[in-house]
T-cell receptor
Framework: DAGVIQSPRHEVTEMGQEVTLRCKPI?????LFWYRQTMMRGLELLIY????????DSGMPEDRFSAKMPNASFSTLKIQPSEPRDSAVYFC?????????????FGAGTRLSVL | ELKVEQNPLFLSMQEGKNYTIYCNYS?????LYWYRQDPGKSLESLFV?????AVKQEGRLMASLDTKARLSTLHITAAVHDLSATYFC???????????FGEGTQLTVNP
C-alpha cells in the first residue's frame, strides 16, 4: 500500500480564500483523523471519522472549518474563509482498530500558508 | 479530560550516552503509543504498548508501560546522531479510538 496520501503538499493562499485539503486513507482502514500541527499549539486533533461517519469534531476551531468523508477512500478538510492564523501543517492519519491496537498511520502532511 | 505530559521537552545529549524520556498521563488507559517525527516530516510509529508491564525494544530504543503509575518511558541506549528527532507519546482513551498526544520531546544527539 502507498500509505496515507495527502494533497496538496504545500498550499499558499491569501486571506479570505477557500482552501481544500485532501486525504486518501490506507485501503481497509476504518478510522480517519485530521490533525493540525503548529509550534505554539503542538499537535491538535481536529476531527475523526469511523466508517465515514464523523465521531468527534470538538477540535474543529470554528465554523470556518468543515470536513467530509463521502466514501471510505477519500476525505476533505475545507477552510472558508481562510485566515493567517490557520497557517500550519495539516496531517491526515488512518487506522484499523483491532487486537494490535490503534496504530495511526500519518500522511506526509499539507503545509498551509495563509498570507 | 485526558492530559499527557512529556519530560523533558528538550534534550541535548552526547553520542554514546543513555537517557530516558518520560510520559505521564492523567486517566486510566492501557494503550500507549510512541511516535517519531523528523524535522519537516510526518509522524512514524515506533512502539505500541497494550498492557501493564509491556516492554518493546528496537535497536537503541526501549519503551515500557506502567499503567498503575500512568507512566511510560522511552529509554535511549548509547545514543547516536541518527536518533535526533522529536518523540511523541500518545495515549488511547479507553472510551474511544482517539489518541491524545504529548507535547513531544525534541532530542538532539551531538557528536
Amino acid at each position: 500500500d502507498a500509505g496515507v496520501i495527502q494533497s496538496p503538499r504545500h498550499e499558499v493562499t491569501e486571506m479570505g480564500q477557500e482552501v481544500t485539503l485532501r486525504c486518501k486513507p490506507i485501503s481497509g482502514h476504518d478510522y480517519l483523523f485530521w490533525y493540525r500541527q503548529t509550534m505554539m499549539r503542538g499537535l491538535e486533533l481536529l476531527i475523526y471519522f469511523n466508517n465515514n461517519v464523523p465521531i468527534d469534531d470538538s477540535g474543529m476551531p470554528e465554523d470556518r472549518f468543515s470536513a467530509k468523508m463521502p466514501n471510505a477512500s477519500f476525505s476533505t478538510l475545507k477552510i472558508q474563509p481562510s485566515e493567517p492564523r490557520d497557517s500550519a501543517v495539516y496531517f491526515c492519519a488512518s487506522s484499523l482498530v483491532g487486537t494490535g491496537g490503534n496504530i495511526q498511520y500519518f500522511g506526509a502532511g499539507t503545509r498551509l500558508s495563509v498570507l | 479530560e485526558l492530559k499527557v505530559e512529556q519530560n523533558p521537552l528538550f534534550l541535548s545529549m552526547q553520542e554514546g550516552k543513555n537517557y530516558t524520556i518520560y510520559c505521564n498521563y492523567s486517566t486510566t488507559s492501557d494503550r500507549l503509543y510512541w511516535y517519531r517525527q523528523d524535522p519537516g516530516k510526518s509522524l512514524e510509529s515506533l512502539f505500541v504498548l497494550l498492557s501493564n508491564g509491556a516492554v518493546k525494544q528496537e535497536g537503541r530504543l526501549m519503551a515500557s508501560l506502567d499503567t498503575k503509575a500512568r507512566l511510560s518511558t522511552l529509554h535511549i541506549t548509547a545514543a547516536v546522531h541518527d536518533l535526533s528527532a522529536t518523540y511523541f507519546c500518545a495515549v488511547e482513551e479507553t472510551s474511544g479510538s482517539r489518541l491524545t498526544f504529548g507535547e513531544g520531546t525534541q532530542l538532539t544527539v551531538n557528536p
